[in-house]
């Protein structure tokens, strides 16, 4: 079955670490997109990508790096810049273009920083 | 630019109320979609209904349903009979032309807690 993969699951990360959480769709989709969620609030906009090899930054990129080196595959890395990093990260795909189509979403990342 | 507005933070009921849940959306353009999500507590976003700008019909599936009135705006969800399961955060989003690509809109979402 196609659809998107985040892992890990769950992630721990010590302060002034960096660590990356990894997407990877099989759907075939051109854009990726990442959000960052925090506990009662809505999604927050990090990055987003619609072809390889290009990137643009959401609302709230600062702290946050990401890669576009496969159509499949859009890495998230939290930085040590990132003062505030535990939340709820979660990672969707899209067609380029198809205004119907709406988002699949993965089942995302939630991490912690202790 | 485009908005997307759900004005209820969290609402409570007790299991087999009815309860609307609101979104008003705005956009300059003439053809837009819009969703509904559900994020239930695993976290997941799980998709429920698109709704294009040219089809004020409404929709009903179950016991959802759904009313759009370009008239006001807005795309209401109502949840009949209401059931613990439906516990979840409710999203509402737009898509059009306006934005870059096929990019999502998103409401501020609407916590929605079933009480037994």
């Known amino acids: 079955d196609g659809g998107i993969t985040q892992s890990p699951k769950y992630l721990f990360r010590k302060e002034g670490q960096n660590v990356t959480l990894s997407c990877e769709q099989n759907?075939?989709?051109?854009?990726m997109y990442w959000y960052r969620q925090d506990p009662g609030q809505g999604l927050r906009l990090i990055y987003y990508?619609?072809?390889?090899?290009?990137?643009q930054k959401g609302d709230i990129a600062e702290g946050y790096s990401v890669s576009r080196e496969k159509k499949e595959s859009f890495p998230l890395t939290v930085t040590s810049a990132q003062k505030n990093p535990t939340a709820f990260y979660l990672c969707?795909?899209?067609?380029?273009?198809?205004?119907?189509?709406?988002?699949?979403f993965g089942s995302g990342t939630r991490l912690t920083v202790v | 630019a485009q908005k997307v507005t759900q004005a209820q933070t969290e609402i409570s009921v007790v299991e087999k109320e009815d309860v609307t849940l609101d979104c008003v959306y705005e956009?300059?353009?003439?053809?837009?979609?819009l969703f509904w999500y559900k994020q239930p507590p695993s976290g997941e976003l799980v998709f429920l209904i698109r709704?294009?700008?040219?089809?004020?019909q409404n929709e009903i599936s179950g016991r959802y349903s759904w009313n759009f009135q370009k008239s006001t705006s807005s795309f209401n969800f109502t949840i009949t009979a209401s059931q613990v399961v439906d516990s979840a955060v409710y999203f509402c989003?737009?898509?059009?032309?306006?934005?870059?690509?096929?990019?999502?809109?998103f409401g501020e979402g609407t916590q929605l807690t079933v009480n037994p």
């Open positions: 759907l075939n989709h051109d854009a």
């Open positions: 709704r294009n700008s040219f089809d004020e």
């Open positions: 969707a795909s899209s067609i380029l273009g198809i205004i119907n189509y709406g988002y699949t």
């Open positions: 990508s619609q072809i390889v090899n290009d990137f």
């Open positions: 956009t300059r353009d003439t053809t837009y979609y």
């Open positions: 989003a737009l898509s059009s032309q306006e934005t870059s690509g096929s990019r999502l809109t």
